[in-house]
């Protein structure tokens, strides 16, 4: 399932996890966290075949990322017609 900013968004609120928080959570750089947030759909690419595209993000750090949201009770939702996509917080 694609991947989109306006959910890092929303899981982070969920979460109630500052900027710096999800940084330290997650070991990522607040300018990868807000071009994550950013994003659109978020496009990913296997570094490790040596490819890359401008304005992606490498998959196994943002699978990893998304893995970390998902044990801390985040459910992603994909967009359905005419709704965008979404999260649902299943935490304490």
Known sequence: MPLYGAQIRMARAALGWSIADTCK???????TLRKLEEADEIQLVDVAKGRSAKGAFERKRIEAFEKLLIANGIVFIPPRGDAGPGVRYNGE
């Open 25 to 31: 959570n997650a070991k990522m750089g607040i300018v």
